[in-house]
């Protein structure tokens, strides 16, 4: 009878360990890239390569606060766009236009300045609440040895419904491929190399894949591209006015 | 066999991307670069983002359209050629992370215009002069301030500055510090308690005194304009309450609320106001709502609609479009919609279609606009719209029609040629 429940128990439980197992994974790849105890700031660069009219150039400076779960991202250049600011507290994005010098809000701007980025590229990873683990495979990727995770979204707040990860034994996230509910390849994106800032990690370079998105030349589908380029990372303490709309006006141009 | 390869063919011709897709980001991972240590030297700071050397630009637009339409009492169309110039220039230093002086200024030709105005959705509304005078304007202000961060805690701003309160897209009542742009003020904004706030004192005789005949302009406390806003966010929502009080046009309360539904942007905002006269009240207390959806549709980088609808339910009756608060409210038979939508569809083309309607209930007058607007050419955008404005000769939309000829159908096309120089 012991043997019975025990077994029961373990039929029962088990799928329940393996999610309490799948949320310490994500929680793992969430904290190295995630500053809960400093504030971050960095320069990114991001150049929008679309096959039907070139390269567009953006360089914008993030600022994080991710134990608020705030962050703010203010561009810099080109001169036409900058001052243009994002700033997001809790759930509410706040988009700042200098040029009329007004703040909207809004859910529908989660793209970033016409890219083929999100804001939320730039800002806290939270897989753990986003996120679990369906499967569970192991993956070469190039040099790497990876452990590729498929995610299925837990809630409809997300970008992309389903994801799979490939992750590497420093739990860092080298590539992922970001999926519609019915299954079809959205973007792809690729991280190959890190910078160490104080004990967590960001991205060098990014490239992010629209898979949807291109122009066929010469036989060839070429598709929509975006290169993301850190720079500058920081941990010092930033002032609370920079997460602030005031910060925005005082940067507009 | 010859199904096959037709299938194949098939194939072929509607999945491009999966056949003839480039090389893959695997490749990125054959020799990736190293992981490495970031530079502790190498760091975005305050000072290297809020420190520059004093900056010039310059901005030249010229303009020439064409209009030619439809009165009610003339048969035969009339013709308008009309032409303008917009000179802009200024200058922008940040001597320290706490100060900043900023200065833009503008000639344009004809001299009523101020140039600054370019409204996609609505490419007629901004076009057309309702004065016949053709000469230059003076020099004058767009924008002149002075920024100062006191202790990283509080952001002034004194001067002239464009800025805009306000939740309505459309119809926006609440933007009580309009008046700032063409006056000078002094504005604080902090945050308090998690909320961003704000406030405003304005000085402004000449906005102010357009409102009412009664005002006597003094140099005194009692000619400025005061508005406060704070603004927070909770949860899934964001709100905020604002005012405005001058002691001879009224004072002005508002509050909204706004949230995200399914990917739609959805704001309420409520307005009252009541006129004063020498700080006592004058009036009944006016009330006013402004309901308002937005939506994107379509994924990637390029939505292939946008479009916003609002609705707005006022007492102030047909006045509802001045500045001035009128002293009796007439209960709320003033309903007014307007929806605009931008499409993307033609994004490969540099063309942007576009739709605005605007439409009072009351009186059942308005304008709807088709326009298309095209960048083909570097510098140069071309627009051309189709307006019909309808509704009795004492309807706001026909009485507000810009046009000096009071054509009812429009065609309207312009082309501009605009370039920006920064050094």
Not at chain 1, 170 to 175: A, Q, S, T
Not at chain 1, 224 to 241: A, F, G, N, R
Not at chain 2, 100 to 110: G, N
Request: with cysteine; glycine share 8%.
């Amino acid at each position: 009878m012991k043997v019975l429940g025990a077994l029961l128990f373990f039929v029962l439980s088990s799928p329940l360990v393996f999610a309490a197992e799948g949320t310490a994974i994500l929680k793992k790849i969430d904290e190295q890239v995630t500053f809960l105890e400093t504030d971050y700031s960095a320069q990114v660069v991001v150049v929008q390569d679309k096959p039907e009219s070139g390269k567009t150039s953006t360089t914008v400076a993030v600022f994080r606060r991710d134990r608020e779960t705030k962050y703010l991202l203010l561009v810099m250049a080109p001169d036409s766009e900058k001052g243009k600011g994002y700033l997001k507290v809790g759930n509410n994005l706040w988009l700042y236009d200098p040029s009329a010098r007004r703040f909207t809000v809004t859910s529908a701007k989660d793209r970033f300045q016409n890219s083929n980025a999100r804001n939320s590229d730039f800002t806290r990873s939270t897989l753990a609440t986003d996120y679990k683990i369906a499967s569970t495979r192991t993956d070469k990727l190039g040099k790497f040895q990876t452990t590729v995770y498929d995610l299925e979204a837990i809630h409809d707040e997300v970008a992309f419904p389903k994801t799979r990860i490939w992750v590497t034994e420093d739990n860092l996230v080298r590539k992922s491929e970001d999926y519609s509910l019915s299954g079809q390849l959205l973007r792809t994106t690729a991280i190959p190399s890190y910078q160490k800032v104080g004990t967590r990690y960001v991205p060098i370079s990014v490239l992010i894949v629209d898979e949807l998105r291109g122009k066929t030349v010469n036989g060839v589908f070429l598709h929509e591209k975006t290169q993301i380029t850190v720079t500058k990372p920081s941990l010092d303490p930033l002032p609370d006015l920079v997460f602030t709309q005031a910060y925005l006006e005082k940067m507009g141009r | 066999m010859k199904y096959s390869a037709l299938f194949a063919l098939l194939f072929c011709l509607v999945c491009p991307a999966a056949v003839f897709a480039e090389n893959s980001v695997d490749e990125l991972f054959e020799d990736p670069a190293p992981d490495t240590v970031a530079d502790p030297d190498s760091k975005l700071t305050q000072d290297s983002l809020t420190k520059e050397n004093i900056r010039f630009f310059e901005s030249v637009r010229a303009e020439g359209y064409f209009l030619t339409g439809w009165t009610r009492e003339h048969p035969k169309p009339k013709h308008s050629p009309y032409n303008a110039l917009n000179f802009s220039f200024g200058t922008d230093a940040r001597l320290d992370k706490n100060i900043r002086a900023y200065a833009s200024f503008f000639i344009t030709y004809p001299s009523f215009r101020d140039g600054t105005s370019d409204n996609i959705t609505n490419p007629y509304q901004d076009l057309l002069p309702t004065d016949p005078t053709l000469s230059f304007s003076n020099v004058d202000v767009k924008e002149m301030f002075l920024d100062y961060t006191l202790g990283d805690l509080v952001f002034i701003r004194v001067g002239r500055e464009a800025l805009t309160w306000g939740q309505g897209r459309i119809f926006n009542p609440a933007n009580f510090v309009g008046a700032l742009a063409k006056g000078i003020g002094l504005k604080a904004t902090t945050t308090f308690l998690g909320l961003d706030v704000s406030l405003v004192a304005m000085k402004n005789d000449g906005y102010f005194k357009l409102e009412t005949d009664s005002i006597v302009d003094k140099a005194g406390i009692d000619t400025l304009g005061w508005s406060a806003k704070a603004e927070g966010s909770w949860l899934f929502f964001t709100g905020g309450v604002s005012g405005f009080h001058h002691p001879n046009l009224g004072d002005k309360g508002e509050g909204y609320l706004k949230t995200s539904l399914a990917g739609f942007d959805l704001f309420g905002e409520a307005l009252i106001e009541r006129k004063l006269v020498d700080s006592k009240p004058a009036g009944a207390p006016i009330p006013t709502a402004v309901f308002g959806v937005y939506r994107e549709l379509g994924p990637g980088s390029n939505p292939w609609l946008q479009a916003q609808v609002e609705t707005m339910v006022s007492a102030r009756g047909e006045s509802s479009a001045a500045r001035s608060i009128p002293e009796v409210a007439r209960g709320w038979d003033s309903l007014s919609l307007g929806i605009g939508a931008t499409s993307g569809l033609l994004n490969f083309l540099k063309t942007k279609p576009s739709v605005s309607w605007l439409h009072s209930f009351q009186d059942r007058s308005g304008q709807l606009i088709f326009g298309f607007s095209n960048t083909t050419f570097p510098h140069i955008d071309l627009t051309a719209g189709v307006v019909w404005v309808y509704g009795p000769e004492d309807g706001r939309y026909v009485t507000g029609n810009p046009d000096p000829l009071n054509r009812r159908l429009i065609l309207s096309f312009r082309a501009i040629f605009a370039f920006d120089i920064n050094s």
